[in-house]
């Protein structure tokens, strides 16, 4: 016998999500879940028969939370058709003839809008369902904060707020600066844009160092616990992030530093990426696709709700047919920062055997590796408080934690505005519409992977589809559902009969607007409670 | 205080006018926060509200937020419990109570277009639901009808809800509308006009000051197209820091050109009324035409179609809209668009004119050029 927990709306994540899951009565552990998007809007169709430049202001409105990146995808695709960037055959590098200050000014916009959203993630929307991972105990000897509000108020709104003004500066307004264009970005890195910059981060970095190391330890203290949640299908994938301008020779074969690959269980060392092996399948999904389709020129399928199986506005997309994990952890498998963190506490603690906790993926991963991410993007000069593991002291501070892993203490942000030539041009004016041509932009999203393709026919756009990271996760019969499987769920009529549950679901980061550009969810009776 | 005084108003003087509302000590206010066809960006824009932000406003207003599902938190009351929600309650009970129970809906704030089409194989509005209320699955057109009817003001907050926006462009398949034109298709009365908030997404701080100004008991001074006169009443033309290089005929030729008026590359600063250039936007950091490059017109009824598109086409270029079908904001958007129009192109030829007697002369770009071979 089992009973069915329906929940609806998932709160608190971007879009509209449902989730139905079925419990067996007796083993109280979750047996099947159908996580469903109810949301449609189209996009793909309404940039059709439009300049192909236009496409990326209105691309950027697919998301609220991670504009810059569908925004930036799109540019790309449309210079990928232009011929102004190209990839190698294997996808592993990059090159061209924007100028290194754009290409360094892009990382700066990216890295920013993945660390506000990080921020505004970790601690707003998944904060409550782990405790506020005990960050009102730890700050009241210090702050005057007696709840949500004031943690809200005193350290996650200003924060997110700074890294938002930075990107402001080179955009215009958050959300939705619409300022980068095909041939590069406009403003150029004047000394005063950049110190203002400089500042933002820095007040930003400042909040965060106050809070990261406390949301460390509370998730190390439980990593048996959350280790234990949420596995994953252990393939991975990452289409890339951050070209490194330094490398090589300067703009050509450019390296990057999130490489794509994919990575096939029990494999850890990831294969090249190849953007041909990718198919969206329909079969669950309310639209009318017979079989599924390769998405680099998939004609864009009909909405269509008669199926009799379909549940959702979700398409599944499948990677050689496989179900694929994509996000933080994903690219930190990728990249192997992952696994160094693990040597890291493995060297401090013997008895640790490394990370991934769950070769195929964890809540704890999950959540480890996206504030992994975030301090690495925001550096950190907080060389007092220690790191725990497992409860553990491990005598390393953040400061530490970053030398350890040989990423810049002053975080990847400051970084790329170090890189930057100052008052040099960040804009190449070569840019001409290519006519007929077809153009693929790849990239990383906060929540993963991001594609936009584009084909050009008499100079207008004449088939675009976008491929989006909680796509992969959130798919009918993709890795949330996945990771569902088994979580226990009580009877006792208190909030903690669904925080497995909780826990599993906010360790994807879900974004539906993004997965259903496409989606939002459809769900149905009871509400995720949080603690 | 008046709204004649909001209309005067700025960033640094937002905080003053919220704390008016706070000394007048009004009761609770329910606000239901409803999402339809958006993607949360108006949420994440409330986020940076600052001067007030977000909480102090939510608290200082004495605003009860019973449904807001991106930030609603049971556990760290904003309002929710006020709105019959407890630790035992289902998520959208404070949704259900409102729209189809007793509970009171002061301020209903729309972020996102209803969708009034119909999917193959579906009801009217599938494309977006939002939950099962007595069994039965509803739509966001349909729940939107129920609390509009019952509040005492709508606010239709950003591009989306105001005038369609994104979702309701052309291309699109879900029969997205404006808020406005979905009530009237619906025959739904409001007890106040809808106010608009148009924007891609809404300005915080904006949407802050009406909202104040909305429980101070007056109704906002509005304009044709249902928004605050506040704040678009100008165009952004108007008050860009490139205006003087308009007024000399400096034109960009480049988009990273560090001085000139970016017109001739398809700025819609000359069409767009809005106070971007006034209160500016993340605090007063910047907006968009100081940033750089340009306007793109996401305030403007039509936006993402023409005349604010091609984004990359200068204003007068702009293919006029004919054979179109739009709704009475539509038309109105179209008449007050072409009479902006005709207004530029005589300060444009009179600015031509003073080029020429000057010997300077007006240099086209090469994306200009290319798209007129296009």
């Known amino acids: ?122 601690l707003a929307l998944a904060g409550p369902d782990y405790h506020l991972y005990g960050l009102l105990d730890a700050l009241k000897p210090n702050y005057a904060v007696s709840g949500y509000a004031d943690l809200l108020r005193q350290f996650i709104i200003p924060a997110q707020q700074y890294i938002n003004q930075a990107i402001t500066l080179w ?107 990718i198919t969206e399948d329909t079969s669950l999904s309310w639209y009318n696709q017979p079989t599924p389709e390769a998405v680099v020129g998939e004609q864009t399928p009909v909405p269509d709700m008669s199926g009799s199986q379909a549940y959702t506005w979700a398409k599944a997309p499948r990677y050689d047919g496989m179900i694929c994990e994509s996000g933080p952890l994903a690219r930190e498998c990728i990249s192997g920062i992952y696994p160094k963190l693990g040597q890291v506490l493995h060297v401090a603690m013997p008895d640790v055997a490394g990370l991934p906790f769950n070769a195929r993926g964890s809540a704890f991963d999950r959540m480890t590796a996206e504030a992994m991410e975030l301090l690495a993007l925001v550096g950190s000069a907080n060389t007092i408080q220690n790191l725990e593991f497992l409860g553990e002291p491990l005598n ?103 925080r497995p549950t909780a826990y599993v679901v906010r360790s994807f980061n879900l974004c539906m607007a993004c997965a259903v550009h496409a989606i939002d969810a459809r769900g149905n009776d009871r509400y995720l409670r949080m603690g | 205080m008046g709204v004649g005084a909001v209309v005067t108003l700025y960033s640094s003087e937002i905080k003053r006018v919220i704390s008016q509302v706070a000394e007048q000590g009004a009761g609770k206010i329910h606000l239901i926060w409803l999402t339809l066809a958006s993607e949360t960006g108006c949420t994440i824009s409330m986020l940076q509200a600052s001067n007030p932000d977000l ?29 019959g929600y407890t630790r035992e309650d289902l998520s959208q009970v404070p949704l259900d109570n409102a729209a189809f129970g007793s509970a009171p809906v002061d301020v209903l704030v729309v972020e996102g277009a209803p969708q009034l089409g119909t999917p193959a194989g579906g009801n009217p509005g599938d494309f977006c639901t939002v939950g099962k209320f007595n069994g039965n699955t509803v739509t966001g057109y349909e729940i939107l009808q129920r609390l509009a009817a019952k509040a005492t003001y709508v606010i239709a907050l950003g591009q989306c809800s105001s005038f369609g926006g994104i979702p309701a462009a052309r291309g699109n398949v879900t029969g997205a509308v404006s808020v406005t034109q979905a009530l009237k298709t619906a025959a739904v009365a409001t007890k106040k006009p809808v ?81 971007c250039a006034n209160t500016k936007w993340n605090s007063g950091t910047s907006f968009c035409t100081q940033a750089g490059p340009m306007c793109w017109g996401c305030m403007q009824p039509n936006f993402p179609d023409p005349p604010t598109s091609g984004f990359f086409s200068p204003v007068e270029q702009t293919p006029t809209i004919v054979g179109v079908t739009v709704d009475d904001v539509g038309e109105l958007a179209i008449g007050g668009t072409a009479g902006i129009l005709a207004v530029h192109a005589i300060r444009r030829s009179l600015r031509k004119e003073d080029s020429e007697t000057s010997g300077e002369k007006a240099s086209q770009a090469p994306e200009q050029a290319e798209e007129a071979k296009s």
Request: include cysteine; aromatic fraction near 8%.
């Open chain 1, 171 to 277: 955009g215009g307004k958050t959300p939705h600066p619409r300022a980068i264009v095909p041939g590069g970005n406009p403003v150029r890195p004047t000394p005063d844009v950049v110190e203002q910059t400089r500042a933002r981060i820095a007040q930003a970095r400042a909040l965060t160092d106050q809070i990261l190391p406390t949301v460390w330890n509370y998730l190390t203290a439980n990593a048996t616990l959350l280790g234990g949640l949420g596995q994953g299908p252990g393939n991975f994938i990452s289409m890339g992030a951050f070209p490194d301008p330094t490398s090589a020779d300067g703009t050509s074969n450019m390296q990057l530093l999130i490489p794509r690959g994919v990575v096939r269980y029990p494999n850890t060392t990831p294969d090249p990426f190849d953007p041909g092996r």
């Open chain 1, 1 to 122: 016998m089992t009973r069915s927990v329906i929940i609806d709306p998932v709160t608190r994540i971007e879009g509209k999500l449902s989730l139905e899951l079925s419990v067996d009565e007796t083993s109280n552990a979750v047996v099947s879940a159908k996580a469903a998007g109810s949301l449609f809007r189209g996009f793909e169709t309404i940039v059709l028969n439009r300049d192909p430049r236009d496409a990326a202001p209105i691309l950027s409105a697919i998301c609220g939370v991670c504009y810059c990146d569908h925004h930036i995808a799109s540019v790309r695709a449309v210079e990928n058709a232009a011929g102004m960037t190209d990839y190698s055959a294997d996808y592993s590098t990059e090159q061209t003839s924007i100028p290194m200050n754009a290409v360094l000014g892009r990382n700066l916009v990216l890295g920013a809008d993945w660390t506000y959203s990080h921020m505004v993630h970790i």
């Open chain 2, 195 to 275: 106010i608009n908030i148009p924007g891609c997404p809404a300005n915080p701080d904006w949407t802050l000051v009406t909202l104040a100004t909305v429980l101070q008991g007056f109704d906002p001074d509005l304009d044709e197209l249902g928004r605050p006169k506040a704040f678009f009443s100008s165009y952004v033309h108007d008050n860009c820091p490139r205006r003087d290089a308009y007024d000399r005929g400096e034109m960009a030729k480049t988009f990273d050109d560090p001085v000139g008026c970016f017109w001739d590359l398809g700025c819609k600063g000359p069409i767009t009324q809005s106070s």
């Open chain 1, 396 to 498: 390393l501070s953040p400061v530490d934690l970053l030398n350890s892993l040989g990423l810049p203490q002053a975080g990847l942000l400051e970084s790329w505005l170090d890189g930057m030539k100052v008052d040099q041009p960040s804009y190449n004016p070569s840019y001409r519409n290519p006519g007929n041509a077809e153009g693929i932009g790849l990239g990383e999203a906060p929540r993963g992977s991001l594609l936009h393709w584009i084909s050009v026919k008499n100079s207008k756009v004449a088939n675009y589809q976008v491929l989006a990271p909680t796509t992969w996760n959130a798919s009918p019969g993709g890795p949330l559902e996945g990771a569902l499987l088994g979580t226990p769920v009580g009877q006792t009529g208190t909030d903690d009969d669904l």
């Open chain 2, 55 to 83: 909480i102090e406003a939510v608290e200082t207003l004495g605003i009860s937020v019973d449904f807001w599902k991106a930030l609603m938190t049971p556990d760290y009351d904003l309002g929710w419990v006020s709105a």
